[in-house]
């Protein structure tokens, strides 16, 4: 939010019958890999890792961690991810104290508790009156939080560059850290301490183009690689408001093009803003807006107006929807038998129904249950579902080593799992694809591709 509206917000297993089970077989003719699968796509809502609606909860020095029976009821809310704001209000002179970076530890370990993840920022006050803190204590804070970051980049999606200004929005620094200048100084701070697969969210698009000098956006040439470009996102927390949106933009057709192309490799994301000089954020507007600019995450606790107009409107459920990636098989080959100790080929293809990409890298495995004895197997896949960009189809097309595994009947399923080695067994971090009648909640959960393999010695 920038600061009109800041002021405004203070004043104011066997396919049963095929279609039963959401998919459809179609004979592949004399083609030796086997039948073709193909599956049905579902329009059901369901949470599904570092995408959607999030809940802002922000802490002040010396307040209370998270609640973990508050954090625990999300999920059931479609709510997979949280925006936590930490106000560093009484250390704007002084190291963090020891308390206060326990309270930050505290809250890692329950969000990682309650299968969520969380997108981080740091400000010192929240009062366009109030002051912030020089770039030495920023420096020092952000060391002190170093192993912070590295400890618990399980659980961060995302961080926002913060820390400048009133509500760590990059405005009206009390220490003249408003510039390009000393926002390079404080960006370039951050990605050094931050785990280079943490992606970070600046508030505007000039300021990302000033501040890397270049006015292109990202491409696959650099995407996911160590280039600083490459891990900078934006955040737009006045977005739908009309207009440059609060000054969000000031070339408004060029930078949102800028946005739109960017976003297909880093994330965008924020939350609206009261509608200015007669706006009006409708769900049509809604849908625009966040397929050209692949919003990947909405806060649902401001603006209020208007999400609740969207709830009346009837397209609230269709925002939560298609928020971020959405995943889905479309269709799959797979051979029937094969021999002991072979290779088998491997077809799926996915597409991606939501207004976003995954950003965030995840492991997919191919997983093999012995229909006699209930044991698992799991093939890791070459692929990777970043790739699979909106609106877009990804072929994943390998040859699966089975060695190792014995003779026997077979269920083939997808599993999608975090990279963390402390959560890639966790069910919570699972994607879940949007075909009807895959998810299962079994083996950490995993999406059933309704095919069976039967391995002969």
């Not at 093939?379 to 609106?391: G, I, V």
Request: proline share 4%.
């Amino acid at each position: 939010m920038m600061f009109t509206n800041k002021v405004y917000k203070i004043i104011s297993g066997i396919v049963l019958l095929c279609c039963f089970l959401g998919c459809k077989r179609t004979e592949a003719g004399d083609d030796p890999g086997g039948d073709s699968i193909k599956y049905e796509i579902s329009n059901a809502v369901f949470p599904n890792p570092e995408r959607g609606f999030i809940k802002t909860m922000s802490v002040y020095a010396g307040g209370a961690s998270l609640n973990a029976d508050q954090l625990g009821i999300l999920r059931n809310q479609n709510i997979s991810m949280i925006l936590r704001v930490y106000y560093l209000d009484a250390f704007k002179d002084r190291a963090i104290s020891n308390a206060g970076l326990s309270l930050i530890q505290e809250d890692m370990d329950k969000i990682r508790n309650a299968g969520l993840k969380v997108i981080l920022r740091f400000a010192y006050t929240d009062d366009m009156e109030g002051t912030d803190a020089p770039y030495a204590v920023i420096e020092q804070h952000l060391d002190q939080l170093k192993p912070v970051f590295e400890h618990n980049k399980d659980v961060i999606a995302f961080m926002q560059a913060g820390f400048i200004g009133a509500w760590g929005e990059w405005h009206s620094s009390s220490n003249g850290l408003a510039t390009i200048e000393n926002e390079k100084k404080v960006l370039t701070k951050i990605l050094s301490v931050l785990p280079p697969e943490i992606m970070v969210q600046v508030r505007t698009p000039a300021v990302k183009q000033q501040i890397f000098g270049n006015t292109a956006p990202v491409t696959a040439a650099i995407a996911y690689s160590s280039d600083s470009r490459a891990r900078v996102g934006h955040h737009n927390d006045c977005f739908l408001s009309g207009g440059t949106d609060y000054g969000t933009y000031n070339n408004i057709e060029a930078e949102k093009k800028y946005i739109s192309d960017e976003a297909l490799f880093v994330p965008t994301g924020g939350e609206t803003c009261p509608p200015t000089g007669g706006y009006d954020p409708t769900c049509a507007e809604g849908r625009k807006e966040m397929k050209l600019l692949k919003w990947t995450y909405l806060n649902l606790d401001w603006y209020p107006a208007t999400i609740n107009a969207w709830k009346a409107s009837g397209c609230f459920d269709e925002f939560q929807t298609y928020l971020g990636y959405r995943l889905a098989l479309t269709d799959a080959k797979f051979p029937q038998e094969a021999a002991a100790g072979s290779s088998i080929p491997v077809s799926i293809n996915i597409t991606n129904k939501g207004y976003a990409p995954l950003y965030n890298k995840k492991n997919a495995f191919l997983i093999l249950k012995s229909k006699a004895t209930g044991e698992y197997y799991e093939k890791l896949l070459a692929a990777d579902l970043r790739a699979c960009k909106p609106a877009g189809t990804l072929a994943v097309n390998e040859t699966v080593s089975i060695a190792g595994i014995p003779a026997g009947d077979y269920d083939l399923s997808l599993r999608i799992a975090d990279q963390a080695d402390n959560l890639k067994l966790r069910k919570e971090y699972s994607v879940r694809l949007a075909n009807a009648n895959v998810w299962t909640d079994d083996n950490n959960g995993m999406n059933n591709l309704n095919q069976q393999l039967t391995i002969k010695n």
